[in-house]
């Protein structure tokens, strides 16, 4: 199969930094999105990683390890705004893009 | 230039019905999927299509089916209708998915089956 496993839900401080994983399987694997979705509202890109390492876009930062399945969406200067839900999504060798459930974040003052 | 374009955005229907519902992707996109979203499964990949052929399906039955135009503009049926086809249903459309071409969604069409 092509879990795309992502926590629930999270909670954090405006300022703070917080760190969303997502873990994936390798099989056929391209590439690794991330998406951003408020409530009520379309999911919108924030990020695309298909190498090893860190790709840096202001206070959004995305990581990726192939070798282990495994990204990260790093939020740095928590805003309230940024409470909504974080989508990691795999795109796979046969043109397939699948979701994870979505992980709310919370940012409180 | 204008968005994906989504109609109707709200719909409710009775159990057994059928529903089309539309999506215009962005002007020279000719890919297009569409997704189930529920608070429970998330974003749950429906079908993809390219140049008016369906290129990927994911594991929803038979009621569930598309079609794209010669436009790019695509349309997605459910026949049957059951209370648990009640989800906000998502259309995403890029330039081309291979390659990881960035999608741009639509608002959606939130479906009520009563």
């Known amino acids: 199969g092509q879990n795309i496993d992502q926590p629930t839900e999270m909670t954090a401080t405006e300022g703070a930094i917080v760190q969303i994983n997502c873990t994936y399987q390798?099989?056929?694997?391209?590439?690794l999105f991330w998406y951003q979705q408020h409530a009520g509202e379309a999911p919108t890109f924030l990020s695309y990683n298909v190498l090893d390492g860190l790709e840096e876009k202001g206070r959004f930062s995305s990581f990726l390890s192939r070798s282990k399945g495994y990204s990260y969406l790093l939020l740095k200067e928590l805003q309230m705004k940024d409470s909504a839900s974080y989508l990691c999504a795999a795109l796979y060798n046969n043109n397939d893009m699948r979701f994870g459930a979505g992980t709310r974040l919370t940012v409180k003052p | 230039k204008a968005g994906v374009t989504q109609t109707p955005r709200y719909l409710i229907k009775t159990r057994g019905q059928q529903v089309t519902l539309s999506c215009s992707p962005i002007s020279g996109h000719r890919s297009v999927s569409w997704y189930q979203q529920t608070p429970g499964q998330g974003l749950q990949f429906l079908f993809e299509y390219f140049s008016e052929t369906q290129r990927n399906k994911g594991n929803f039955p038979g009621r569930f089916s598309g079609r794209q135009f010669s436009n790019s503009r695509s349309e997605m049926n459910v026949s049957t209708l059951e209370l648990g086809d009640s989800a906000l249903y998502l259309c995403?459309?890029?330039?081309?998915?291979?390659?990881?071409?960035?999608?741009?969604f639509g608002q959606g069409t939130r479906l009520t089956v009563v």
């Open positions: 390798t099989s056929g694997f391209n590439g």
């Open positions: 995403a459309s890029s330039y081309n998915r291979v390659g990881g071409t960035e999608a741009f």
